[in-house]
């Protein structure tokens, strides 16, 4: 027969036979604090994965032609990328509202987007450049990515994000229409969200084509102002020096008929 003085160190001594295995020592569960388990790490979202599938559907569209039509796309279509896609319509050189968003566009802005336009996304800063790519988008028309960054603040979390535009056509067979996705990493916090442009690429539509360079837009519809050009002197009107010549030219304006 083993006493407990025989066991080898670090076995555990069993309890007494007859008596109850609750009276045995169990170990404290608050000595071993338990690991905190977040429900958003096991749904991470993956940009670069949500951009292939939705090149990948775009691509799908094509069947042959350089541009998919707007009456093609389907939800069903993308399906896990649902939540980030967005429809925009073409409503003026360098600007576009949204037709159709995502919840996730909602979150960002904390509000419904439909019918605002993209800019609402951006900082005052970086619009101009938006302008310049999304308009490059309808006239190559070329594919765009963009990627941003948003500062964190108070409740506000740092973000990085990427926007991907790609060019459709309408039921007239006009660019004016695009589909894109919006992906923005980490918490999104205190709506509404804007972003700073860090970068762009464009793409060719088709493999081996020039791209478009996005070049800098005229400041709304206004023309470059014509330089200034001083009149002819009317030599008649140097030549009246006397009273009377000058009297002369005076003419008596009447509304009467």
Not at 14 to 27: E, I, T, V, Y
Not at 105 to 129: K, T
Not at 171 to 196: K, S
């Amino acid at each position: 027969m083993f006493s407990n003085d025989d066991q080898e160190p670090g076995a555990k001594t069993l309890p007494p036979a007859g008596s109850d295995s609750r009276d045995a020592p169990q170990d404290d569960p608050r000595q071993k604090p338990g690991e905190l388990l977040r429900l958003a790490d096991f749904d991470r979202i993956r940009p670069g994965q949500i951009i292939l599938e939705m090149r990948a559907y775009w691509e799908s569209l094509r069947k042959g032609r350089a541009i998919p039509m707007r009456a093609d796309v389907e939800p069903r279509g993308i399906r896990n990328a649902l939540d980030y896609a967005f429809i925009l319509e073409r409503i003026a050189p360098g600007a576009a509202r949204f037709r159709l968003a995502g919840r996730h566009l909602i979150d960002l802005m904390g509000m419904e987007v439909r019918g605002m336009p993209l800019c609402a996304l951006i900082n005052a800063r970086g619009r101009g450049r938006l302008s310049d790519v999304l308009e490059s988008v309808f006239k190559a028309p070329q594919i765009a990515e963009i990627r941003l960054y948003s500062e964190g603040a108070y409740a506000q979390p740092a973000l990085d994000a990427r926007l991907l535009l790609l060019p459709l056509r309408s039921d007239l067979g006009d660019v004016t229409r695009a589909l894109g996705c919006f992906i923005a990493e980490g918490e999104i916090g205190q709506a509404p969200r804007r972003f700073d442009i860090t970068g762009d690429e464009c793409q060719p539509v088709i493999p081996g084509a020039v791209v478009l360079e996005p070049s800098p837009s005229s400041h709304g519809f206004a023309e470059p102002p014509a330089p200034f050009r001083a009149a002819p002197p009317d030599q008649r009107h140097r030549e009246a020096d006397t009273p009377e010549e000058r009297r002369a030219r005076f003419r008596i304006v009447s509304d009467k008929t």
